[in-house]
């Protein structure tokens, strides 16, 4: 039997997550499948930030500047459990190649990009505030600036997206992958084929490849006239992971390396541990074998020892990640210097048309949405205004004060420091949670701080089939339970069969 829709998305990271809400909140029939889990690839390897992305005022990319400025408000709006406000120091050393004029300058202009704003201004340091720079090495430096930006759980936000799409009548499903698009003279069939060996077949008046650095093998299935026109240029960012020393400041810090990349250090979870990152280097090779090779490692040791007066090695790192940005190709040499802006390109297939991205922005996948929504009229028919800059994402309906207010009030019988995490991870929707912990069985712990309760909404509402969804990207607790804790959570998904119906996809 063959079913039918309006869109059929490919892809379940944030872009793919993005159309399919934009477009069932539309009115449309939408359908979106995804490979893997949801965000397992690109959407959940990047540096985490919502942010107007000040090096690209250096290549001019204002506008795109200015677009992702405008979104970190938005997200601020609709996501305010996921997305938090963070101030980022950058040092200005002597040594460096940009004086520390032009980087105020810089600063000024990415303020008046971003309007008005609930977030402070930028600015300078003065040397009574010498304490919050402590940490660096004090030779050479010449000024301390500070602006603000946003970080996000990149995971949860996609989950999130597509959560509320669920919400609004979409088919969302995971371990669900596209194996063949046919023409046809009403549209576009779609083969599936899930974890257990089922195929599905759904015919779409339009298909959406959002296969992020899979785009092209996806537009591949479509043929090669199709696949000729998504050509992309895979560039590797790595992360590398560590404890926060003692004293560890609350702030990001912006580092100029000295081949004028700038470098990330970020407090992650509660200033527990800091995220330092990221590189950018030419990717050869299927995109899921991207890993932090031992270069792209030292590179990073090498650019926070460069600064830091406590310096770091390769012992000191708990986690990495990599992660491949599926950028268009322009041509560029320098992976650096490849345009961050996305690409979309429709074309008729049979009696459908086919929509691929190319490229993009966590902080831009609203207003990449809207665009391929706007670029897909002639497809569809007139649709509906855009909606999604004022509706809350799954979870975003309290602010962070408020949500502080709702841990708090929750149930007793849940212990504190859960149901905090809880609020800050699933937002409003804690509340869910706390209502299946009033069950006692629902309360016993399977590991430490990892109730039943979690894990049956990971299992029932949030799609998780291994233990790898829920540890790494319905939660981070991989990077807080010990092994022994991991195979606990791992036993329980075992015990029931969930695991196993994926094993051959994963
Ligand atoms: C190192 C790094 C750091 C970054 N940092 C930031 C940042 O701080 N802020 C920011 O705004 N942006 C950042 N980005 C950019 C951002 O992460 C990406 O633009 C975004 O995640 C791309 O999302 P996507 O949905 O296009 O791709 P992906 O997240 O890769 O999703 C594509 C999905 O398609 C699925 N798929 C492929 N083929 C099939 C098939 N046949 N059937 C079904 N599914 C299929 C895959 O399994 C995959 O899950 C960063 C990127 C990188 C690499």
Not at 230 to 238: D, T
Not at 351 to 367: A, E, M, P, Q
């Amino acid at each position: 039997m063959v079913e039918t829709c309006d869109l059929f998305v490919i892809g379940g990271g944030v872009n793919g997550a993005a159309i399919a809400r934009d477009a069932v909140g539309r009115g449309l029939r939408v359908q979106l499948a995804e490979a893997r889990d949801y965000a397992w690839a690109t959407s959940s390897a990047s540096s985490k930030l919502i942010h107007g992305g000040l090096r690209y005022l250096e290549q001019f990319a204002f506008a795109l500047v200015r677009e992702s400025l405008h979104e970190r408000e938005v997200m601020l709006r609709v996501a305010p459990h996921l997305v938090r406000p963070l101030r980022f120091l950058l040092p200005v050393m002597r040594h460096q190649p940009r004086p520390a004029w032009t980087v105020h300058l810089g600063l000024r202009l990415y303020d008046l990009l971003a309007g008005r704003t609930g977030l402070p201004r930028s600015g300078r340091l003065s040397p009574e505030q010498a304490d919050t720079w402590a940490e660096l090495k004090p030779d050479d430096i010449r000024a301390v600036l500070h602006y603000p930006d946003c970080q996000v759980d990149d995971a949860r936000l996609v989950l999130s997206l597509l959560l509320d799409a669920r919400a609004r009548g979409a088919v969302v499903r995971n371990y669900c992958r596209v194996t063949a698009l046919t023409p046809g003279a009403q549209g576009i069939e779609v083969t599936t084929q899930s974890g257990d060996g089922a195929t599905r077949r759904v015919r779409a008046r339009v298909v959406v490849n959002a296969g992020g650095p899979w785009a092209d093998a996806v537009a591949a299935l479509a043929g090669a006239e199709a696949a000729a026109a998504v050509r992309l240029r895979l560039v590797r960012g790595s992360h590398i992971v560590v404890r926060a020393p003692r004293g560890a400041s609350a702030d990001a810090y912006t580092l100029q390396n000295d081949d004028r990349r700038v470098v990330f250090v970020l407090p992650w979870l509660d200033g527990r541990l800091r995220v330092i990152g990221t590189t950018d280097v030419v990717h050869h090779g299927a995109p899921e074998t991207a890993v932090c090779t031992d270069d792209e490692r030292d590179y990073l040791l090498a650019a926070y020892n460069r600064f830091f007066r406590a310096t770091i090695d390769k012992a000191d790192i708990v986690w990495s990640w990599a992660g491949v940005r599926p950028l268009a190709d322009d041509g560029k040499a320098n992976p650096s210097a490849v345009s961050r802006e996305y690409r979309l390109d429709a074309r008729p297939l049979g009696g459908g048309t086919l929509l691929s991205v190319i490229g993009g922005k966590l902080t831009t996948h609203r207003t990449l949405a809207e665009e391929a929504l706007a670029l897909l009229e002639s497809s569809l028919g007139p649709l509906p205004p855009s909606w999604t800059a004022s509706a809350p994402l799954a979870g975003g309906l309290l602010s962070r004060a408020d949500l502080d207010l709702m841990w708090r009030a929750g149930p007793d019988v849940v212990p504190a420091d859960i149901r905090r995490r809880w609020a800050f991870t699933y937002g409003s929707d804690a509340q869910e949670l706390f209502a299946r912990a009033l069950e006692p069985a629902a309360r016993a712990a399977v590991a430490p701080g990892v109730l039943h309760a979690e894990l049956d909404h990971a299992v029932q509402v949030e799609d998780a089939r291994r233990a790898a969804d829920f540890l790494c990207r319905r939660t981070t607790l991989h990077l807080t339970l010990d092994a022994d804790d991991r195979s606990r959570v791992a036993a329980w998904f075992a015990a029931r069969g969930v695991g196993d119906v994926v094993q051959a996809e994963a």
